[in-house]
């Protein structure tokens, strides 16, 4: 271990621990000298460097000539800091490429889901999606409705037709059917052409979705 000794601005060293602990033994070297070793950035006071001991009242004398301190090992620390943040950058660098990469990668993926589904545009309900005659059995009960095709709906429980009176028009893809007392029943026709009756609109235009555990299907019989 090299220490460097700097007393009134002037710096000299390097010595070994055994001559810097002579030194202060006979008073060269004072308890108030700041001292360096490798390793070390900063100067402190020599009492502070492991290994050196104080003992006794020293005598201020010359220090002897050595070569001067050299910031070799600043000149370290400065080149491993660099190196550090250098890794920090590449990794940073990586990080990025590959988050970029995969969002690129979604994006692509977004972009040709989008442009499938507007290539292949939802068909739109027409008259002849819609006339047929639904029927659903529930509770023992055999319950039907009918969309005629001059816009009238009729329903019926059990073979017995129900009085209903209400129209059946197309808008926004459901079957909305008006009844008497202003109320709309909306359905939905489903996949394999069953229809169902999905919510309700009140007279004030406030619409309320079933929950989907008490929809019931009512299949498409002619």
Known sequence: MQIYISRDGE??????????????????????????QDGMTEWVPISQIPGVTISG??????????????????????IGIGVGMGLLALMVGI??????????????????????????PVKEL??????GTYEAKKDGRTEGVIFLENGVIESYENGKKREL??????????IHGEVKNGRILVFSINKDKSVTNIAVIDKDGERED???ESLVPLKNIK
């Open 210 to 212: 079933f929950p989907e």
């Open 11 to 36: 710096q000299n060293g390097p010595y070994g621990i055994e001559d810097v602990n002579a030194y202060l033994e006979d008073g060269t070297l004072l308890p108030t000298d700041l001292a360096c």
């Open 165 to 174: 009176e209400a129209k059946w028009t197309i808008i926004n893809g459901e």
């Open 57 to 78: 009242d020293s005598v201020e004398t010359p220090i002897p000539p050595s070569q001067p301190v050299p910031n070799g090992n600043k000149k370290k620390i400065l």
């Open 95 to 120: 990080w990025f490429f590959f988050i970029r990469e995969a969002g690129d990668k979604e994006q692509l993926s977004e972009n040709k889901e989008n442009n499938s589904t507007a290539a292949k």
């Open 126 to 131: 027409t008259l002849e999606d819609v006339v």
